[in-house]
């Protein structure tokens, strides 16, 4: 079945407790990207990958980094979490620039 | 930068009733899409659409591309309770996608 998975689903972490989301796709998809989705907010784009080793920042990369160092894994890294981090967090993938971006189920992280 | 107004924000309606939302931009796009999001789940692509004009069904969903490339609106016929959750559009101009902020539907039995 053509997925993406995030791990975790749910986190509720401290301050300053380095965490790592991951996010896996078994379409082979050249694309993948990271959103957040706040009240009122909408999906806002935080990192972007076009290819291995290939990444760039979307509209709010402050206080995240992200690695493709393979294909089907784009993991988000944040080094020193802050509760204005407390977010629901979505991985996509696409197969090219235009074509429909496909979620994951999203993780919902709550910094304390 | 960009952005995508969807409304309306919300939607209170009785089953049987049909249902229409839009996206309107400033900025011209490529690709327009669809998204239904359930609670707890992310968001699923309903209909994409690729061509300025074009319109595309998808059971009792359809949705069209703006002939300015700046708009796309969705239509629901007839709707039912599973309709219930949010909606929304996502445009694409080049590598980035941009999406609206969601129409949450409710519909009353």
């Known amino acids: 079945e053509a997925q993406v998975t995030q791990n975790p689903r749910y986190l509720i972490t401290v301050t300053g407790k380095k965490l790592t989301v991951t996010c896996s796709q078994n379409m082979n998809h050249e694309y993948m990207s990271w959103y957040r989705q706040d009240p009122g907010l909408g999906l806002r784009q935080i990192y972007y990958?076009?290819?291995?080793?290939?990444?760039d920042k979307g509209d709010v990369p402050e206080g995240y980094k992200v690695s493709r160092k393979e294909k089907r894994n784009f993991p988000l890294i944040l080094e020193s979490p802050s509760p204005n981090q407390t977010s629901l967090y979505f991985c996509?993938?696409?197969?090219?620039?235009?074509?429909?971006?496909?979620f994951g189920d999203g993780t919902r992280l709550s910094i304390l | 930068g960009q952005q995508l107004n969807q409304s309306p924000q919300s939607m209170f309606i009785q089953e049987g009733e049909d249902v229409s939302m839009n996206c309107t931009s400033s900025?011209?796009?490529?690709?327009w899409l669809w998204y239904k999001q359930d609670p707890g789940e992310g968001p699923v692509l309903l209909i994409a659409l690729y061509k300025a004009g074009e319109l595309t069904s998808n059971g009792r969903l359809t949705a069209q591309f703006g002939i300015t490339r700046k708009d796309s609106f969705l239509n629901i016929s007839a709707s039912i309770p599973s309709d219930v959750g949010i909606y929304f559009c996502?445009?694409?101009?080049?590598?980035?996608?941009?999406f609206g902020t969601g129409t949450r539907l409710k519909v009353l039995a």
């Open positions: 900025s011209i796009f490529n690709t």
């Open positions: 996502g445009a694409s101009g080049t590598y980035k996608y941009i």
């Open positions: 990958s076009m290819n291995v080793e290939v990444t």
């Open positions: 996509a993938s696409r197969t090219g620039g235009w074509q429909p971006q496909h």
